[in-house]
């Protein structure tokens, strides 16, 4: 064998490519699995035309969220001129929806950027490092898993005042346990096997090891989660705002729309029930697409 071949192979085994071949080759797997769940790319849809409205509601929107008609538009039912009817203000219904889906995705992003790192963090270190430490995070795990996540947030932003902003946090605060749970699992899983004391042996510091080799394996189980948990957060963030300490008027956010057309609701029903109407749409797509991401990342599953 020559020399030349020999380096080209062993250019070719310490190359990248593989790998990134190897990523590929799951990728388009895991996209086969889900692209068969009929109800998942529904779901995917629903959360792809939600992001294509919230970039162009400038664009969509006939009418201004904030600015309405009160003499001539008050509660008008659905037409052609208004498609969902207008509020007891005069503003466009459908144009406050759209821009309603801005606030939607602002929430359910910022609690998942916020919540998600904290409970991955959390899981991973007791998980790894099992005592005290692991015995002292998950009580307090534990403590906020007592409360029920509603109740929790109410009490968070009634110390910290109504505001978008501070039900945000809020809803982060309560949000972060099951995630750690989730970490804490497969961190006990994997912290024991022949990979994992490789990389012992290879001198690596626990800090390393958790953030390098432990946390990307806990990421799919933790996205899963997040997207099925993101219904409740919309939900969540609709109480509150109908509670009257999330978003405030003027904003167009839904749950405020929906306390503010809740006196309406037995003669103009469309007041509350087209903002309804959109949490539950989106809800649901929310839902079938962590459904759909279950079942595709999930490495037990066979090829289909």
Same mark, same amino acid.
């Given at each position: 064998m020559s020399i030349a071949t020999v380096q080209t192979r062993r250019d070719w085994l310490l190359s990248d490519r593989p790998r990134t071949q190897a990523r590929l080759g799951r990728a388009y797997v895991?996209?086969?699995?889900?692209?068969?769940?009929?109800?998942?790319?529904?779901?995917?849809?629903?959360?792809?035309?939600?992001?294509? @409205?919230?970039?162009?509601?400038?664009?969509?929107?006939?009418?201004?969220?904030?600015?309405?008609?009160?003499?001539?538009?008050?509660?008008?039912?659905?037409?052609?001129?208004?498609?969902?009817?207008?509020?007891d203000l005069g503003r466009d219904i459908y144009s406050?929806?759209?821009?309603?889906?801005?606030?939607?995705?602002? @929430?359910?992003?910022? @609690?998942?950027?916020?919540?998600?790192?904290?409970?991955?963090?959390?899981?991973? @270190?007791?998980?790894?490092?099992?005592?005290?430490?692991?015995?002292?995070?998950?009580?307090?795990?534990?403590?906020f898993l007592a409360f029920p996540k509603l109740i929790l947030a109410l009490a968070f932003v009634a110390a910290l005042g109504p505001g978008i902003e501070n039900a945000v946090l809020a809803i982060a605060i309560t949000s972060w346990p099951p995630y750690a749970r989730i970490a804490r699992a497969e961190t006990m899983t994997v912290r024991n096997s022949d990979y994992i004391k490789a990389v012992q042996l290879m001198g690596a510091s626990p800090f390393r090891i958790v953030l390098r080799h432990i946390m990307p394996l806990c990421i799919s189980s933790l996205i899963i989660r997040v997207t099925?948990?993101?219904?409740?957060?919309?939900?969540?963030?609709?109480?509150?705002?109908?509670?009257?300490?999330?978003?405030?008027p003027p904003l167009p956010e839904w749950g405020t729309?929906?306390?503010?057309?809740?006196?309406?609701?037995l003669d103009q029903w469309w007041v509350a029930g087209a903002p309804g109407f959109a949490i539950l749409i989106v809800s649901l797509g929310f839902n079938l697409l962590g459904d759909g991401l279950r079942d595709a990342l999930d490495p037990r599953s066979g090829d289909q």
């Open positions: 895991a996209w086969r699995r889900f692209s068969a769940n009929r109800l998942a790319f529904l779901g995917l849809l629903i959360i792809i035309a939600l992001l294509v @409205v919230a970039a162009f509601a400038d664009v969509l929107a006939p009418y201004s969220p904030t600015v309405g008609d009160l003499k001539n538009a008050r509660l008008l039912a659905p037409s052609s001129a208004h498609w969902f009817g207008t509020d406050r929806i759209l821009f309603g889906s801005r606030w939607t995705l602002y @929430v359910v992003i910022l @609690v998942a950027i916020i919540a998600a790192p904290i409970g991955l963090l959390v899981g991973t @270190v007791a998980g790894y490092a099992g005592g005290w430490t692991d015995a002292i995070l998950m009580r307090i795990t534990d403590i099925l948990d993101m219904a409740g957060i919309i939900l969540t963030a609709a109480g509150l705002g109908f509670l009257g300490l999330g978003a405030q729309m929906i306390a503010s057309g809740r006196r309406f609701v």
